[in-house]
């Protein structure tokens, strides 16, 4: 009987632990793993106009665009989404906000304005390894 009232216990332990496990929520919404999902792609950078988003934005901006794959499966939803993105080659760190949708790219690249590329790289460099992930809505 010990064992079997053993057994119980444990099943009984685990199902409730599962239940307990952590979940990814902020202001009681689920939070999308995507967007915690860090990226090692290409970068590069583009004169902004009138973005995907629908709002203009000059070279100065700090503004990027994502592959078009990835913004035609998010619908649009990263638009106006903060992105961490990081030069490994030298350690730099910058911001941008997401405001356009790259053709060129893949998933994991990013297309930067002047002025962001500007904060890991010289222009001159014109394409660089990259690693971005969004940041919390």
């Given at each position: ?27 009681r919404e ?15 950078w583009f ?91």
């Amino acid at each position: 009987m010990s064992r079997l009232a053993f057994f119980v216990f444990a099943l009984l332990a685990s199902f409730f632990m599962t239940l307990a496990s952590p979940v990814p929520v902020v202001n009681r919404e689920l939070v999308d793993i995507e967007k915690r999902l860090t990226r090692v792609g290409r970068g590069t950078w583009f004169y902004p106009g009138l973005g995907n988003c629908g709002k203009w934005n000059n070279q100065n901006d700090l503004i990027l665009a994502i592959g078009k794959g990835l913004y035609d499966r998010n619908k649009g939803s990263n638009c106006d989404q903060w992105v961490e993105i990081v030069n490994p080659k030298n350690g730099k760190k910058a911001y941008g906000l997401t405001r356009d949708s790259c053709q060129s790219c893949g998933d994991n690249d990013i297309d930067m304005s002047p002025a962001l590329f500007k904060l890991l790289e010289p222009l001159s460099t014109g394409r660089m390894t990259v690693s971005w992930h969004f940041m919390n809505k």
